[in-house]
């Protein structure tokens, strides 16, 4: 069974900046696309982020040249390093990871972004 687990949110104010990180265990298969998806309170999910094989990555324009989406060492580890964070990036950030022809989820993790 495939787990992912989010980890390095919180609380920051704006300007400031944080890493997330999520891991994928129970597979013998890696994701070739992984992406971050956030859902802010009232608002649709939305994609954020992904990465295509090592390093193909691409963004919405909400954070463009202030997000970062890499794969670590271990090709089942993703990170979203985001800088310059606005309270409009405050939400709930997943990972996904297709394998196998399903789609696995995180459980979420919580942003916030305070003036």
């Given at each position: 069974q495939v787990q992912l687990v989010e980890s390095g949110g919180g609380s920051v104010?704006?300007?400031?900046s944080l890493r997330?990180?999520?891991e994928a265990s129970g597979s013998l298969y890696s994701a070739n696309v992984i992406y971050w998806f956030r859902q802010a309170p009232g608002?649709?999910?939305?994609?954020v982020s992904s990465i295509i094989g090592e390093d193909a990555?691409?963004?919405?324009?909400?954070v463009s040249g202030r997000f970062t989406i890499s794969r670590g060492h271990a090709?089942?580890?993703?990170?979203?390093?985001?800088?310059s964070l606005r309270p409009e990036d405050t939400a709930v950030y997943y990972c996904k990871?297709?394998?196998g022809g399903k789609d696995y989820w995180g459980r979420g993790i919580q942003v916030t972004v305070s003036l």
């Open positions: 104010q704006a300007g400031g997330l990180s999520c608002k649709s999910r939305e994609l990555a691409g963004y919405t324009e909400a090709k089942n580890t993703v990170y979203l390093q985001m800088n990871f297709p394998i």
